[in-house]
């Protein structure tokens, strides 16, 4: 009976303290609303993104400290007050130094970052579009919610933060290192890959050590059940 009143007063208490924050992530310079943003709480590892309108929620404690971070800026680093908890929080990214027509390559980004930074050059007009509030101008509101054009924008923001999440999971979840850790080539390199597609978030977050042990686990899943015969071109040389 005391143990079960324990962890019933337990879970009040950490019902009753547990906080979240909001907030908004912009460019510095422009304002503009900047999505995927990662916000990192860096006291529980906890990640969040921001949505296409920059907005996020995350669970923190008065003391802990946020970081937010995203491709082509400069990360930011925010510890959390009281006020910030009851107000809110708006952070600004500043942009790293780079020009929009003409990129200039240095050694800190890599052939990924700067493909992303091109493709966010490239349709920068498109993804910073915002559907027109409902409070601001009801009208334009629902005309945004009948124009066809409007979906197609919204649409494409999606799938671009589709395509940016899959793109950069290829950095990272490549042919060369399961290739390497499985000895895994040809068709069944291809169908092994295929069954066990990795999620961008732990792609994202896993080291390299983390990396090298998902690749290895779910290859001895694959040994145990393969989806297709696994035959190698060496193997097919020496059946012929």
Partial sequence: MRQFLLIYFLLIYSTTYAQTISGIVTEAQTGQSLYPVSVINVSTQQTVYTNQFGAFTIN???????????VGYKEQR??????LIKNGIKVALPILSYELNEFILR?????????????RSTYKRTLAWQRTNSVMSPVSFIADRISKKSRSRLEFQRNFIKWEGEKFIDTRYTPELVSKLTGLTGDSLGHFMNAYPMEYDYARNATELELNMWVRYHYRLWMKNPVIPRIDSADKEVKK
């Avoid at 925010?78 to 006020?83: F, L």
């Avoid at 050694?107 to 493709?119: E, V």
Wanted: aromatic share 14%; proline share 7%; no cysteine.
């Fill in 60 to 70: 923190v404690e008065e003391g802990q400290q946020l970081v937010f971070s995203m």
């Fill in 107 to 119: 050694p800190k980004y890599t052939p990924y970052q700067l493909d992303s930074l091109r493709r």
């Fill in 78 to 83: 925010k510890y959390i007050t009281a006020e």
